[in-house]
């Protein structure tokens, strides 16, 4: 391995507690799979959220599954 592949490989391991975070220019063209609108990262949830359609989209090792019945719909206080 060179060090290159070392460095980058213990910051997105989340076995050592790293959050693995989707990449930017992903998430700049992903749009909600149900109404094809805008879509919203909250780093916090670690989600996409589609106000339009009402649901939270996870993301996982850095990866958003954008299957609408992986989503959890949103309250009303959360829009």
């Given at each position: ?40 990262y909250?780093?916090?949830a670690?989600?996409?959220i589609?106000k ?16 609408p019945?992986?989503?959890r ?7």
């Amino acid at each position: 391995m060179t060090e290159n592949s070392d460095a980058q490989g213990a910051d997105a391991d989340p076995a050592n507690g790293a959050r693995t975070e989707p990449d930017p220019k992903l998430l700049e063209i992903l749009a909600c799979p149900v109404t094809k609108g805008p879509l919203e990262y909250d780093r916090d949830a670690q989600e996409l959220i589609s106000k339009s359609a009402r649901l939270a989209f996870p993301i996982r090792d850095g990866m958003p599954i954008m299957l609408p019945e992986e989503a959890r719909e949103l309250r009303d206080d959360e829009l």
